[in-house]
């Protein structure tokens, strides 16, 4: 169990990125922050509604984030229509070249400092943003000069200077992400949300204009320059006069930083292979055929993994804040978030079982219809993501880096285990099987961790029961024939609602989300509710 400083006082070596109490020496002046005390809103973390709001606001991610998602989907369509085969292929490669920057550049790091930032006052939350502000603009600019290197390199010059503008655009984007932190700490959710849906609309009208003006390669790929020029001005005249927006860049707190939060930096790197190694077992231990069923349900799931670190995600300051202040609020938080992304991620794996013969045939057509089977067993695996965000989340509150590296690095060693005898043998859908046979035991043994570390759970166990029974019933319909992908989808989620809600098994808390009252006050006798 962690250490509660919020009564006990500051341990006696603290410092700015471990430390739960400020010195006088990190509290910055209202001069450097550029506002007084009286110009921040209200600390809502500790409020009795902070719950509530962080569950809306996850919801309105989660809109926000698929409609943006199909306004990129629709981007992709006319970009790859129009630059053909060949200059895709090249747009596909500087693409992936910039990617490797933004994960390189990250880590964890923005998660760090979320959590970091919510147990700090609101005058002194700038000082966290600001050192993370200036670490990114150089781990970005590093990186950048790398990947363009390699690009000289290995490929053309106009490649090169196409990942050149690709990575001034990310730089721009990790600038306008740093500006977003003080809205997520304070729960304004709804501002995130739109802000990543105007990026994807953004990126749409460039990319539909750029094609109406017949434009080649270089001009996509420079266009999330324009697009994040304009997002770092909305963006910082929202949160001007409440931060100073300068970058700082002081080596010495950067270094405490990377000391402390080093292993969970590596165990991100760990679980941002968990996929993409399946990927590369298959096609090293199977057929062609094989590896390209493994890799359009992959593409799939690969879009549908960011559901979860958004839906828990917005959970972090809450359970960052309660970490550190109030062991038992933090247990009811972690058990509450862990009731709803079960819930959530079960439907999901429901919804992609019943939708995946649809979901293929769009992406590739009838020749990958072996793909569906794999896909629905991928969903699996998903559902199972969702839950193990649970416990990272959690185990990143109580500065339990090193446990969060076990469980990531032990589960890529069984995934690596599972699916390199299974997909020599039975091809993608061993592949399937192995990721998410792998993905579940790293779940369960999350939950182990997280009672190992003193965090009483309450009624986990009821409601692993309660979901698991309800998707068993909602299951059948999955394996109805003569009846369309929809429909069957429909079907599922009434018969898993249903069931849901004869079990009792949906927290009040979901419940309070409904907008119309009569609804609501009729559907509250049906919902579970905790001391």
Not at 51 to 75: D, E, K, M, N, Q
Not at 330 to 352: D, K, P
Not at 495 to 506: K, M, P, Y
């Amino acid at each position: 169990m962690t250490e509660d400083h919020g009564e006990a006082g500051p341990p006696e070596h603290p410092h700015p990125y471990t430390g739960n109490a400020e010195r006088p020496e990190e509290v910055v002046s209202a001069m450097e922050l550029g506002s007084t005390s009286d110009r921040h809103p209200p600390d809502v973390l500790s409020s009795a509604g902070a719950g509530l709001t962080t569950l809306r606001g996850s919801v309105l991610r989660a809109l926000g984030y698929i409609v943006g998602a199909l306004a990129g989907a629709a981007g992709a369509a006319l970009l790859f229509r129009h630059l053909g085969v060949v200059d895709t292929g090249q747009y596909v490669t500087a693409m992936a070249l910039v990617s490797f920057v933004a994960a390189s550049s990250d880590l964890g790091l923005t998660a760090v400092g979320v959590s970091e930032m919510a147990n700090r006052s609101v005058s002194a939350r700038a000082a966290v943003a600001r050192d993370l502000l200036g670490l990114r603009i150089v781990l970005t600019a590093v990186g950048s000069v790398i990947v363009v290197a390699i690009a000289l390199a290995g490929y053309t010059t106009l490649l090169a200077e196409g990942v050149a503008l690709g990575c001034f655009g990310l730089l721009l984007q990790a600038v306008q992400d740093n500006f977003t932190l003080p809205f997520v700490v304070s729960l304004r959710f709804g501002i995130v949300a739109l802000l990543d849906m105007t990026r994807q609309l953004l990126i749409l009208i460039c990319t539909a204009t750029l094609v109406l003006l017949g434009a080649h390669l270089l001009p996509f790929l420079g266009m999330t320059v324009p697009v994040g020029i304009i997002l770092v001005l909305v963006t910082g005249s929202f949160v001007k006069g409440t931060r100073t927006l300068t970058p700082t860049f002081n080596w010495t707190r950067w270094r405490t930083l990377f000391a402390s939060v080093l292993p969970y930096s590596v165990a991100v790197a760990a679980y941002a292979l968990y996929f993409r190694v399946s990927v590369l077992l298959v096609s090293a231990f199977s057929s062609p055929e094989q590896l390209g069923f493994f890799s359009a349900s992959f593409r799939i799931i690969e879009f549908l993994t960011i559901m979860p670190s958004i839906l828990v995600g917005s959970a972090l300051p809450i359970l960052a804040r309660s970490a550190r202040d109030d062991q038992e609020r933090f247990a009811y938080a972690v058990s509450r978030v862990f009731e709803v992304a079960m819930i959530v991620g079960c439907w999901v794996a429901l919804s992609i079982a019943a939708l995946a013969p649809l979901a293929i045939s769009i992406l590739g057509g009838s020749s990958y219809n072996p793909a569906s089977r794999v896909l629905a067993i991928q969903g699996i695996a998903l559902a199972a993501t969702f839950v193990d965000y649970v416990w990272g989340f959690a185990l990143l509150s109580m500065q339990k880096y090193h446990w969060i590296l076990l469980l990531n690095f032990g589960a890529l060693l069984v995934n690596v285990a599972l699916v390199a005898p299974l997909a020599s043998v039975y091809g993608a859908m061993g592949a399937a099987l192995g990721t998410a046979v792998a993905e579940v035991l790293l779940a369960i043994a999350g939950a182990a961790v997280i009672r190992r570390q003193g965090v009483a759970l309450t009624s986990t166990g009821r409601t692993v029961a309660c979901v698991g029974i309800s998707t068993m019933l909602a299951i059948a319909p999955v394996f109805l024939t003569g009846i369309e992908p929809i429909a069957r989808f429909a079907l599922i989620t009434i018969v898993f609602g249903i069931a849901l809600l004869g079990t009792r098994a949906i927290p009040i808390e979901v419940i309070e989300l409904i907008p119309l009252s009569r609804l609501r006050s009729s559907m509250r006798r049906f919902a579970r509710r905790v001391p």
